[in-house]
């Protein structure tokens, strides 16, 4: 990444306002974490409908940053200065993210298989969920040991 030409002063105006821009981004970041960590302390009192607004406003969150994460790597001008060190700890950095993510949807779905189970043993399933079943349409019984896709959603 050498340059034999000397860098004109237009070009150091032009990376000082890309350098204060940035500084701006992670000043906005960093405050969005503030927000969010006083959230989870109102959190703490919150009833069933505020937190499930609030889980899915995390999930807002999360996407928004995805979406700017992947372009600001979609830009070959950003990325084609950052060195392979910088790479390395970055790819680092997102896999371990993307494993807890993962982890954290592993965890909420047991927890959900599990209270399902329980209301099948007990036979005491809530109203909302009986009735959201039986007006599906009935789907066709899987025999034991038979695979197929696994369905994602009900």
Known sequence: MSHKTPTSEA?????ESMIERLD???KEQERQ????ESHGDAM????RLELLYSAQAML????RVLK?????????VVTSVMPEDMLRRLEAMLREVAIKFIQVDIAHTSEYKDLLTKFAKEGKVPSVLMLYI??????PQR???????????F
Not at 44 to 47: C, N, T
Not at 60 to 63: P, V, W
Not at 143 to 153: I, L, S, Y
């Open 11 to 15: 070009v150091l105006e032009y990376l």
């Open 24 to 26: 701006q981004w992670v």
């Open 33 to 36: 974490i503030r927000e969010l």
């Open 44 to 47: 703490k009192v919150a009833d």
């Open 60 to 63: 807002g969150y999360i996407a």
């Open 68 to 76: 700017d994460f992947e372009s600001w790597l979609s830009n070959p």
């Open 134 to 139: 039986q007006q599906k349409p009935q789907m």
């Open 143 to 153: 025999r034991r040991g038979e695979e197929g896709e696994t369905p994602r959603f």
